[in-house]
């Protein structure tokens, strides 16, 4: 029962943690895709509430991160709430790998809400400085999930692409609400513009998904067998098809409704809030089946 009660936390912080991500990804995109004459009054009402949003998220994910970290405490000692808080078992986690996963995830976060602040001080303005550096904290916090899980063990090369897989599913996850407010609160030509604009950028990270996360999973089971004989391939089957239905929600958005764009962006909307979604439960899967199972089961 314990264990049951710390693993659901575990999977609670990570999905918190993956918020900030997001968060992070996003707050770095934002400025970048509402920039242009064409949208410059997305520019000036969306993109401020928009970062005041993602410090939110990144305040959620610092939590979700500590429930994480007080989760694992408490499942390794295995005596209930107060095992969560044990000085010593505490000491030992904190010198080990969740330990050092845990300051830099906290310290990318910290360093990501310092930048949206500063940034806001200046009017968004300096639009360069921000950009490096919330992308270095995004880089930072994604590295940070390579010191403990499936992958640790790995060579660089995975590490590397896990990294990018975190990057580029985050760039994604933290676009669509973005999208969402600028498709109900501007009029259609600026939201035709800026959808047209995501859609090219948006195919260097979909092929970083799908060639990041291929790979991944051939490192670490016997593909196509382990797909269907171990629980952590049937989970991962679970995830693919969300991928592919987000895919495809993303392709009949960019190839159906944007250039028929005229008056019922409000259809755009709705259909990105159940992209949205879809997203989420990504996320939720993810932070399950990296917490309950591994490659080898």
Avoid at 145 to 156: D, N, R, V, W
Avoid at 221 to 238: E, H, T
Avoid at 262 to 274: E, F, G, N, V, Y
């Amino acid at each position: 029962m314990t264990l049951s009660i710390f693993g659901f936390l575990q999977i609670t912080g990570k999905l918190l943690s993956y918020l900030g991500y997001a968060a992070i990804a996003g707050a770095f995109y934002a400025p970048l895709l509402c920039g242009g004459s064409l949208q410059e009054n997305v520019r000036r009402d969306t993109l401020p509430t928009y970062l005041r949003w993602c410090c939110i998220a990144l305040i959620i994910g610092i939590a979700g991160a500590l429930v994480w970290f007080f989760a694992k405490s408490g499942a390794l000692a295995s005596r209930g709430i107060n095992g969560a808080f044990d000085p010593v078992i505490l000491k030992i986690l904190w010198s080990t790998a969740p330990g050092d996963a845990l300051l830099i995830k906290l310290s990318a976060f910290s360093a990501a809400l310092v930048m949206i602040f500063l940034y806001s001080l200046a009017r968004y303005q300096h639009r360069q400085w921000f950009l490096m550096g919330v992308g270095v904290a995004m880089v930072v916090a994604a590295t940070s999930s390579t010191l403990t899980g499936h992958i640790s063990q790995q060579a660089l090369p995975e590490h590397i692409a896990l990294v990018l897989h975190i990057i580029a599913m985050s760039w994604w996850i933290g676009a669509l609400p973005l999208l969402i407010v600028i498709s109900y609160q501007h009029p259609p030509q600026c939201v035709k513009a800026i959808m047209v604009r995501f859609g090219h950028h948006a195919w260097l990270p979909v092929i970083l998904l799908l060639v990041t996360g291929t790979g991944m999973l051939a490192s670490l089971v016997d593909l196509p067998g382990a797909l269907y004989r171990s629980l952590y391939g049937n989970i991962f089957m679970v995830k693919a098809v969300f991928v592919l239905m987000i895919l495809g929600l993303a392709a009949w958005h960019k190839w159906q409704l944007v250039p028929k764009l005229t008056h019922r962006q409000h259809t755009l909307a709705r259909s990105i809030q159940i992209e949205c979604l879809i997203a989420i439960s990504i996320l939720l899967v993810t932070a399950t089946f990296t917490t309950i199972t591994g490659p080898e089961h």
